[in-house]
Structure formats: structure tokens, C-alpha cells
């Protein structure tokens, strides 16, 4: 069970980067016991918060394609592109990779991904990045981070390949980043899962 005590605030002469508004007096959750104070994760916080996405996009990629997402950065934004996770059915190999400063066709095309807010009480907030998968692409970019799924043996049909990075990357506003996931086999087809998550601040 918990109880709440009221605590003086710190002195603070910036605004609170969860959106909170700073008054004198704070409310802090205490556990009646042992008046230990709870704590949560940032990532937690954001998505109470209501600055946290996410989406999962599934492709199946023939020998040698890939699937390349695109996410555009506006001004003033301030994204922490905190992880994303990988899965793939194992029957071939997978390459992941990240690049910074992709050059988008002067006709782009491609699919619009919506974006999801995890936060789903009352009317969530949109994303500020234009996501989209196949889009055409002149030039890839920098190369920032690379993960690879290996294929697995035709027998072990539970151990699907899986990876996740938990490190976060903090998006420059007015860029383009590129994350493709390429079947880098030479036979055979596999299906594949992204499914990123970030969180999105003002005053870059």
C-alpha cells in the first residue's frame, strides 16, 4: 500500500522535462512500511507522460531485399530513439543497420507508418517524425549501427532469431535516418519484424 508525503522541492529554475509545472511542494509515493519511495525507469515516465511511440512493421524479404524505414526529423525536436527490436524467423540471415544523413529521392514516394502512442487514455499526441517504409532513397548515408540475426538450423523452428538495443541515439532535428533490414542470404526468403521505441521533447 502506498502512502503519499509531501516534500519540499528542490530550488529548480528550469521546466520539468516530463511536463509537470514546478510549485514549492511536491507529491512523492511512499510504501507504508518501509517509506521506501517507488521508482520507475525514464522510459516508463515517458510513456505516463504521453511522449512515447512506437509501431511494429513485418516484411517478408526474398533472398537479398530488404526493407528500408525513413524517419524525418523536423526543427525543434528533441528525440531520444531509445531501442528497437529485431525478429526474424531464422530461415536466413539478417542484417540491421542504422544511417544518419540519408538522402531522400526528390520524389520519394514510399508508405506512410503511423506512429502509435503508447500513452492511450484521453486523445494520445501525434509524432512529430514522418516515418515511412519504401521510400526511394539516393544515398544511404552515414553508417551508425549495425546488428545481424543469424539463420538458425531448419529443425529449431521455436529458436527464432532475435535481437534488441537498448542504447539510445539522440535524432539531430532536420535529418533523415535510414533503418534497413536486409535478407543478406541467397536462397531463401524470411520474414521479418522491427518494432522501434522513442520519445519525443521540445527546445533542441
Given at each position: 500500500m502506498?502512502?503519499w508525503?509531501v516534500?519540499?522541492?528542490p530550488?529548480v529554475?528550469?521546466?520539468?522535462?516530463l511536463?509537470?509545472?514546478?510549485?514549492p511542494f511536491?507529491?512523492?509515493?511512499i510504501?507504508?512500511?518501509?517509506?521506501?519511495v517507488?521508482?520507475?525507469d525514464?522510459n516508463?515516465a515517458?510513456?505516463?507522460?504521453?511522449?512515447a511511440?512506437?509501431?511494429?512493421?513485418?516484411?517478408?524479404?526474398?533472398?537479398?531485399?530488404?526493407?528500408?524505414?525513413?524517419?524525418?526529423v523536423p526543427?525543434g525536436a528533441y528525440?531520444?530513439?531509445?531501442?528497437?527490436d529485431v525478429?526474424?524467423?531464422?530461415?536466413?540471415?539478417l542484417?540491421?543497420?542504422l544511417?544518419?544523413?540519408?538522402?531522400l529521392?526528390?520524389?520519394p514516394?514510399g508508405?506512410?507508418?503511423?506512429?502509435?502512442?503508447?500513452?492511450?487514455?484521453?486523445?494520445?499526441?501525434?509524432?512529430?517524425?514522418?516515418v515511412k517504409h519504401?521510400?526511394?532513397?539516393?544515398a544511404?548515408?552515414t553508417?551508425?549501427?549495425?546488428?545481424f540475426?543469424p539463420?538458425?538450423?531448419?529443425?529449431?523452428?521455436?529458436?527464432?532469431?532475435t535481437k534488441?538495443?537498448?542504447?539510445?541515439?539522440?535524432?539531430?532535428p532536420?535529418e533523415?535516418?535510414l533503418?534497413r533490414?536486409e535478407?543478406?542470404?541467397?536462397t531463401t526468403a524470411?520474414?521479418?519484424?522491427v518494432?522501434?521505441?522513442?520519445?519525443?521533447?521540445?527546445?533542441a
Amino acid at each position: 500500500m502506498l502512502w503519499w508525503k509531501v516534500t519540499p522541492m528542490p530550488e529548480v529554475h528550469n521546466s520539468n522535462p516530463l511536463g509537470f509545472g514546478i510549485s514549492p511542494f511536491y507529491l512523492v509515493p511512499i510504501e507504508r512500511v518501509t517509506n521506501g519511495v517507488p521508482i520507475i525507469d525514464t522510459n516508463h515516465a515517458q510513456i505516463h507522460a504521453g511522449n512515447a511511440f512506437s509501431f511494429a512493421k513485418h516484411q517478408s524479404l526474398a533472398a537479398g531485399a530488404s526493407l528500408d524505414v525513413t524517419f524525418e526529423v523536423p526543427a525543434g525536436a528533441y528525440v531520444h530513439f531509445q531501442a528497437f527490436d529485431v525478429v526474424s524467423d531464422g530461415l536466413n540471415e539478417l542484417t540491421v543497420k542504422l544511417y544518419e544523413g540519408t538522402t531522400l529521392n526528390a520524389t520519394p514516394g514510399g508508405t506512410a507508418i503511423t506512429p502509435v502512442n503508447r500513452h492511450r487514455v484521453g486523445t494520445p499526441e501525434s509524432s512529430v517524425l514522418t516515418v515511412k517504409h519504401g521510400a526511394t532513397i539516393d544515398a544511404d548515408g552515414t553508417e551508425l549501427d549495425e546488428m545481424f540475426l543469424p539463420k538458425v538450423s531448419s529443425g529449431a523452428v521455436k529458436n527464432m532469431a532475435t535481437k534488441g538495443d537498448s542504447i539510445e541515439w539522440i535524432l539531430k532535428p532536420e535529418e533523415v535516418y535510414l533503418l534497413r533490414l536486409e535478407n543478406t542470404g541467397t536462397t531463401t526468403a524470411l520474414v521479418a519484424v522491427v518494432r522501434p521505441f522513442w520519445y519525443e521533447e521540445g527546445g533542441a
